[in-house]
C-alpha cells in the first residue's frame, strides 16, 4: 500500500464548530506532514510529527491542534477557525525524518470551507 | 534566506511542443531535489527526484529533469507535451533549515496544453 489517505474530502464548517482532519498512511513511515495550501499557491508546512512526537510547528496559530495517534494516524482538530483558515489541507508522510533524502508521499487532501 | 523560484507562472503549448520548467535554489551545500504534478482536483505526485549521481534524471510519464550544481538548478523538461499533462508543477528542495531538513516549495507553474 503506497498511499496517504484523507478524510473527509471536503468540510464546510462555521467559525464556532469544532472538526478534525484525519490522516492515515501504511507504509511504515515514521514521518508525517500538514501543510496547508491555498489556490495557486504552494503547499505551506505547518506541522511535523516524527516517531509520534510534534517536530515541528511553524508558529501556527492554536485553533489548529495535531495529534498522532500512532505511527499510522494524524489527526488535525479545528476549533473557531476563520473564514481565512479555508484552503486545501495536505497530509505527506515520508520514511524517516531529517535527512536530506526524505521523499514525501502526499494524500488528496481536505478541501476545507470555513463560514 | 534559502529560496527556490519558479520563473515560469504560466505556460501555454500546443501538443507536441517541447517543454522546458525552470526551478532554481539558493544554497551552496548538497541538495536533493524534487518535482511534483498536480493534476486538477488531483493530489500532488512525484514526477521525478535527483539525490546523487547522474545529475539527467528520468522521470514517469516521460519528463526528465537535469541539475546543474553550477547554475543552482533543477530544469524539468519534456520532449513533446499532450493534452493531459496540463497541470501544476511545484519544484520542491529539501533544505537544511533549524538542525533539520524541510520541503521549501517553488511557487508552482501552472502548464496549459492546447489539443
Known amino acids: 500500500d503506497t498511499e496517504v489517505t484523507q478524510t473527509p474530502k471536503h468540510l464546510v464548517m462555521g467559525m464556532t464548530n469544532k472538526k478534525s482532519l484525519k490522516c492515515e498512511q501504511h507504509m511504515g513511515h515514521r514521518a508525517m506532514y500538514w501543510y496547508k495550501q491555498k489556490a495557486k499557491k504552494p503547499p505551506e508546512l505547518m506541522f511535523v510529527y516524527s516517531y509520534e512526537k510534534l517536530s515541528i510547528n511553524e508558529s501556527v496559530p492554536s485553533r489548529f491542534s495535531p495529534e498522532c495517534p500512532n505511527s499510522s494516524l494524524l489527526n488535525l482538530h479545528l476549533h473557531a477557525l476563520q473564514p481565512e483558515d479555508s484552503a486545501l489541507y495536505l497530509c505527506?508522510?515520508?520514511?524517516?525524518?531529517?535527512?536530506?533524502?526524505?521523499?514525501?508521499?502526499f494524500g488528496p487532501g481536505t478541501r476545507l470551507t470555513v463560514l | 534566506a534559502q529560496s527556490v523560484s519558479q520563473h515560469n507562472h504560466h505556460v501555454i503549448l500546443s501538443e507536441a511542443a517541447s517543454l522546458e520548467l525552470g526551478c532554481n535554489y539558493s544554497?551552496?551545500?548538497?541538495?536533493?531535489l524534487f518535482w511534483y504534478v498536480q493534476y486538477p482536483g488531483q493530489h500532488l505526485q512525484l514526477l521525478l527526484k535527483?539525490?546523487?549521481?547522474?545529475?539527467l534524471v528520468k522521470g514517469i510519464k516521460g519528463f526528465e529533469a537535469e541539475f546543474i550544481k553550477s547554475k543552482f538548478s533543477f530544469n524539468l523538461r519534456k520532449p513533446s507535451v499532450q493534452w493531459s499533462d496540463t497541470a501544476e508543477y511545484f519544484c520542491?528542495?529539501?533544505?537544511?533549515?533549524?538542525?533539520?531538513?524541510?520541503?521549501?516549495f517553488g511557487t508552482g507553474t501552472r502548464l496549459k496544453v492546447l489539443a
Open positions: 520542491a528542495v529539501n533544505l537544511p533549515t533549524s538542525g533539520t531538513y524541510k520541503y521549501i
Open positions: 505527506a508522510s515520508s520514511q524517516g525524518w531529517g535527512e536530506s533524502y526524505n521523499e514525501q508521499f
Open positions: 535527483y539525490f546523487s549521481g547522474d545529475p
Open positions: 544554497y551552496g551545500g548538497t541538495v536533493n
